[in-house]
Structure formats: structure tokens, C-alpha cells
């Protein structure tokens, strides 16, 4: 089993910063792909970030340019810097680590980020 535990979300006004971090346990050798997700109140969960294992970094349209993911591989803790912060970045984010021998995705508990004023 494979355990993934989020910290770091919170309250913070547009144009304000978080980060997030999420530090994985367990049977992590095989953990390839790590993500960061994100579903807002009625709405589906998407991707918003991923990192390869060996520090490949993708990002939905909408946070490139404010979002950073990073990876420490030998803690297996992946981070979500989060930078100018909008109204809309507002949801519960996600860690997600893709086990590659079981094939098998792993999801933290989730984490909320608000952003208001």
C-alpha cells in the first residue's frame, strides 16, 4: 500500500501564494507519475500538474506561468507552489502517485485551497 498525506492549503487573498506539499509512505519504490489534482464545489476533478520520476514537469493551461510542481525523490514528497492565486484556483486539491508495478493509482485525503478576498 502506498499512503499519501497533503498539507499546506488554506485562506489566502488573490494574488497571494501557497504551497502545497504531499509526502508519500509505504510502498513507494515503484511510484512513477506523481499529480496534483483539484475539483471546485459541483464540478468535475482535473488534472493540474504532473511530474515524471525524473523531474518532467506538464501543466494545465490554466496555472502555467503561476503554478510550479517539484519533486524530492529520495523523500518521495512532491510539492505544488502556487503563485498569484485567483478566485477560480479555489478546490480541493489532490495528490495522486502512480504505482507502476500494480498499475494502480493512489489519492490523498484532499486539501482546500480558498482563495478570496
Known amino acids: 500500500q502506498v499512503q499519501l498525506v497533503e498539507s499546506g492549503g488554506g485562506l489566502v487573498q488573490p494574488g497571494g501564494s501557497l504551497r502545497l506539499t504531499c509526502a508519500a509512505s509505504?510502498?513507494?519504490?515503484?511510484?512513477?507519475?506523481m499529480a496534483w489534482y483539484r475539483q471546485a464545489p459541483g464540478k468535475e476533478r482535473d488534472l493540474v500538474a504532473t511530474?515524471?520520476?525524473?523531474?518532467?514537469?506538464n501543466y494545465a493551461d490554466s496555472v502555467k506561468g503561476r503554478f510550479t510542481i517539484s519533486r524530492d525523490r529520495a523523500k518521495i514528497t512532491v510539492y505544488l507552489q502556487m503563485n498569484s492565486l485567483k478566485p477560480e484556483d479555489t478546490a480541493l486539491y489532490y495528490c495522486n502517485g502512480y504505482h507502476v508495478i500494480r498499475r494502480t493509482h493512489y489519492w490523498g485525503q484532499g486539501n482546500q485551497v480558498t482563495v478570496s478576498s
Open positions: 509505504g510502498d513507494i519504490f515503484n511510484i512513477g507519475v
Open positions: 511530474i515524471t520520476s525524473g523531474g518532467t514537469a
